[in-house]
């Protein structure tokens, strides 16, 4: 897919990826997130970001609101583990009130008290429903555990305690040393010459000062493999197994990608699926993931069911994952894997929104964006020898760890 990117002279990219649709998408992504957060701390991250849209220099909560959705624009906000993305999807006319509103809330919020008392109050009641759904709590529970030590392993909300203990002392220090121009990316997708682009982020982005302190994230020790279990007041038994893995950089990156999808990714066709649910009925969600981030990444396979079969579902992954590693996929088996991932992946690019914030990532993580050529490329060269090794290295039983919510014994 074209696309052009220019910088500006404080360090922000801008990403101009053209479209004929009368919809344009538009985001901005600053490379921080929750591991960038200080000691005892967790949770700030993503509590600025609910923050930005409460009150700015110029704007109230209510204009900053109704900025884009008086005109039936969709404005929406996440952080993750190592971002922190605003987006934004609306008719082509409004990019300017689009990237106003953008430099607004992420340069120029204010964070007043009263504010942050509210907000503190919405994130508790966030953090209080998250943890009565395991099926995500676990999540976060098994990252702490094969982060432990580490700032990767912070919940994303953060905890009640760090929560209630935020100043806007420690929002204003968090943002100095972390909003890093030179890792901000604005991107937009529109039907828009990238002349036009360039105008426009040079009007509402250039007087942004330049801030480039150093990253000092620290990359997590990998731990011995352990088999957890918390008992909690639940139905059924939750279940993730998993180890660190490849970071976003590795070569094998594409190999796993693949190998992941195979065994236990998006579709009802899976290996685990197929062999879980559709052959024992064991469990109703059963699927393997794998996230890579700039210096480690995360394999994981969730399952959950009943208390009782438990045991078996962990004996027939186990299973499965022997009959990988002992009998490697074979060329027609990979190139059915491939057809299939590579499907998926075109199929994506029909998210525009989804497509856009990808592509700003990869100018961050990479400082280049693959083709979607150059992405099947890289699949269509991935090797049955090249798989094998991969699924020695990754699923290795005695290198990986078992976490486990259980119901509490009557």
């Known amino acids: 897919m074209e696309y052009n990117v220019h910088t500006l002279p404080n360090g922000i990219r801008l990403l101009h990826v053209p479209s004929a649709s009368a919809i344009s998408h538009a985001c901005i992504i600053v490379n921080t997130g929750s591991r960038d957060e200080p000691e005892n701390k967790a949770g700030l991250?993503?509590?600025?970001?609910?923050?930005?849209?409460?009150?700015?220099?110029?704007?109230?909560?209510?204009?900053?609101?109704?900025?884009l959705e008086s005109v039936g624009a969709d404005l929406n906000a996440y952080t993750t583990k190592e971002y922190t993305c605003v987006h934004a999807s609306f008719l082509n006319p409004y990019l300017d009130r689009t990237l106003d509103l953008f430099n607004d809330i992420i340069f120029h919020s204010t964070f007043p008290e009263d504010e942050m008392d509210k907000e503190k109050s919405v994130i508790l009641d966030e953090i209080a429903?998250?943890?009565?759904?395991?099926?995500?709590?676990?999540?976060?529970d098994f990252?702490?555990?094969?982060?432990?030590?580490?700032?990767?392993?912070?919940?994303?909300?953060?905890?009640?305690e760090s929560v209630q203990n935020f100043t806007r002392t420690d929002i204003i220090n968090f943002r100095k040393a972390n909003y890093r121009t030179n890792e901000i990316v604005i991107a937009v997708?529109?039907?828009?010459?990238?002349?036009?682009?360039?105008?426009?982020?040079?009007?509402?982005?250039?007087?942004?000062?330049?801030?480039?302190?150093?990253?000092?994230?620290?990359?997590?020790?990998?731990?011995?493999?352990?088999?957890?279990?918390?008992?909690?007041?639940?139905?059924?038994?939750?279940?993730?197994?998993?180890?660190?893995?490849?970071s976003t950089h590795d070569k094998k990156k594409a190999g796993l990608m693949l190998l992941n999808n195979y065994f236990?990714?998006?579709?009802?066709?899976?290996v685990l699926n197929l062999q879980i649910r559709e052959k024992y009925g064991i469990a109703y969600t059963i699927?393997?993931?794998?996230?890579?981030?700039?210096?480690?990444?995360?394999?994981?396979?969730?399952?959950?069911t009943d208390k009782e079969k438990q045991q078996k579902a962990l004996s027939l992954i186990f299973k499965e994952i022997k009959k990988l590693r002992d009998y490697p996929l074979n060329d027609l088996q990979l190139q059915k894997a491939k057809n299939k991932f590579i499907g998926q992946i075109a199929l994506g690019e029909e998210n525009r929104i989804g497509l856009i914030i990808s592509m700003a990532k990869s100018l961050i993580d990479h400082n280049k964006i693959d083709s979607l050529e150059q992405v099947f490329e890289k699949i269509n060269q991935v090797t049955t020898k090249e798989v094998a090794e991969i699924a020695d290295e990754v699923?290795?039983?005695?290198?990986?760890?078992?976490?486990?919510?259980?119901?509490?014994?009557?």
């Open 264 to 270: 236990g990714g998006n579709g009802m066709s899976s």
């Open 189 to 246: 997708l529109g039907n828009y010459t990238f002349n036009s682009i360039i105008k426009k982020g040079t009007k509402h982005f250039t007087d942004v000062e330049e801030n480039s302190p150093t990253q000092n994230r620290i990359k997590p020790s990998i731990l011995a493999p352990s088999n957890t279990t918390i008992y909690k007041p639940i139905m059924q038994s939750h279940c993730i197994v998993g180890a660190q893995t490849y």
């Open 129 to 140: 429903s998250y943890l009565d759904q395991p099926e995500e709590a676990i999540n976060d």
């Open 395 to 410: 699923l290795d039983i005695d290198k990986l760890n078992i976490f486990t919510f259980s119901p509490i014994l009557e």
């Open 45 to 67: 991250a993503h509590f600025i970001e609910h923050l930005i849209f409460k009150r700015t220099e110029k704007r109230s909560t209510n204009q900053i609101l109704n900025r």
């Open 143 to 160: 990252e702490d555990m094969l982060f432990a030590g580490n700032a990767l392993g912070n919940n994303i909300l953060g905890t009640t």
């Open 287 to 304: 699927e393997s993931n794998f996230s890579p981030l700039s210096d480690t990444g995360i394999f994981s396979i969730y399952f959950g």
